[in-house]
Antibody, heavy 118, light 106 residues
């Protein structure tokens, strides 16, 4: 069974940095592109970016690529999202997702909540 | 950026009723993907490549469309279909989502 478990969501102050993790199991992690998607408190969905199966290429939504970095450790079956200089508008639930070629965001984790507030 | 506009924003249906949700794209896309999200849960893939049901999805769901106009249909509404439905496109970076359609039980 495919499982994706995110962690690292916390309450942080504006301007801080934090790193989210997503541990995958139930499939060969190194075979798949992976993505991060976030959902605001108002339920708006926003794709953050994705990373190639070997970590050699990343692709970001244009508004976030200067502050967010996606990486992965295939030996640990773990996906990461490094967030820097966070703003109140970054408050959201962050999901990792396994990308399935033509099948879209095929699997999602349970999400981790990031709250940015002073 | 391709903007996806869903309608209606909210709708309600009685058990057995047919439900149709539309997704209009600001530019032509090759395919649309549909997800549903039940209260308190994470999104789940419902339909990919416009009309292919994801594994385990009942056949009362169907998808259709082309170009800039797509739709999701539930042939006979069931109580378990209460959820918010999102469309999404992979044709043009950045990948974008519609604003969602909340489906309630009448």
């Amino acid at each position: 069974e495919v499982q994706l478990v995110e962690s690292g969501g916390v309450l942080v102050q504006p301007g801080a940095s934090l790193k989210l993790s997503c541990v995958a199991s139930g499939f060969t992690f190194s075979d798949y592109w992976m993505s991060w998607v976030r959902q605001t408190p108002g339920k708006t969905m926003e794709w953050i970016g994705d990373i190639r199966y070997d970590g050699s290429y990343t692709n970001y939504g244009s508004s976030l690529k200067k502050r967010f970095t996606i990486s992965r450790d295939n030996a640990k079956s773990t996906l990461y999202l490094q967030m820097s200089n966070v703003r109140s508008e970054d408050t959201a639930t962050y999901y990792c997702s396994r990308v399935g070629g033509s099948t879209g965001f095929a699997y999602w984790g349970q999400g981790t909540l990031v709250t940015v507030s002073s | 950026e391709i903007v996806l506009t869903q309608s209606p924003t909210t709708t309600a249906a009685s058990p057995g009723e047919k439900v149709t949700i539309t997704c209009l794209a600001s530019s032509s896309v090759s395919h649309i993907y549909w997800y549903h999200q039940k209260s308190g849960a994470s999104p789940k893939l419902l339909i990919y490549s416009t009309s292919t049901l994801a594994s385990g999805v009942p056949d009362r769901f169907s998808g259709s469309g082309s170009g800039t106009s797509y739709s999701l249909t539930i042939n006979t509404m069931e109580a378990e279909d209460v959820a918010t439905y999102y469309c999404q496109q992979w044709s043009s970076n950045p990948w974008t989502f519609g604003g969602g359609t909340k489906l309630e039980l009448k």
